[in-house]
């Protein structure tokens, strides 16, 4: 059975945007200060504001930060009123959930490749299936993702496609179109009450 990143990967020919692919080099991932440095970030709704390792941060409409750069080691975190840390590995990718209370830690699976865009989708509802549905495509780009945890598909690029939540063959919520580039990740949040919320992933400065 051809898994979701393959099948995605092939997508005809006529679903490619034609953007000019000078446009597709300015979002490519950060080159980081140190080979062995690692970027977190946190999902964090209900929270007004988050500070990553000193760094305090604006957070989107569903929670969302950038990502900071951060050294291997215990890294603090101030989330609303809550303070925490958390110890981070080497050149990863790490996203805060910060409505898991056990394990609210996860590894991104980003692939960093300058010939994808990578999807990410993190579940803060309590829905355990689902699909996430290209509708362009007729097909799921990614299904099931566990409550309270990541899936993630790396897609060939540049890209535009329409997103639709769906449970049982019903639509439940839906995106508008996203425009997917080369070298950089979209990321989309499955909300407590099932609403999806879309946004490109940054890093700050």
């Known amino acids: 059975m051809m898994n979701k990143r393959t099948l995605l990967l092939s997508l005809p020919v006529a679903l490619l945007t034609a953007l000019p692919a000078a446009a597709q080099d300015e979002g490519l991932y950060p080159e980081p200060s140190s ?4 970027f977190l970030r946190v999902i964090a709704p209900d929270a007004d504001s988050v500070s990553i390792d000193g760094t ?3 957070t989107s409409d569903a929670g969302l930060t950038p990502y900071v750069e951060v050294a291997p080691g215990d890294v603090d975190l101030t ?9 981070v590995g080497a050149s990863t990718h790490y996203t805060i959930l910060s409505s898991v209370k056990d394990e609210p ?7 960093e490749s300058p010939a994808q865009a ?3 989708l993190y579940n803060l509802s309590d829905m355990k299936t689902f699909d996430l549905y290209a509708t362009e495509a007729k097909t799921a780009a990614l299904s099931d993702v566990a409550p ?3 899936g993630a598909v790396g897609l060939k690029a540049p890209l535009t496609l329409t997103f639709e939540l769906r449970q049982d063959g019903e639509t439940l919520s839906s995106l508008d179109p996203l425009e997917l580039r080369r070298g950089t990740a979209t990321t989309v949040i499955v909300g407590a009450d099932g609403a999806l919320t879309a946004t490109d992933s940054t890093y700050a400065n």
Not at 79 to 87: L, P
Not at 105 to 111: E, F, L, P, Q, V
């Open 56 to 58: 305090r941060l604006e």
């Open 79 to 87: 989330v609303g009123d809550e303070e925490r840390s958390v110890e």
């Open 148 to 150: 309270g945890t990541e």
């Open 118 to 120: 990578d999807l990410l």
């Open 105 to 111: 830690m996860i590894k991104d699976d980003i692939t």
């Open 35 to 38: 080979p062995d440095a690692s």
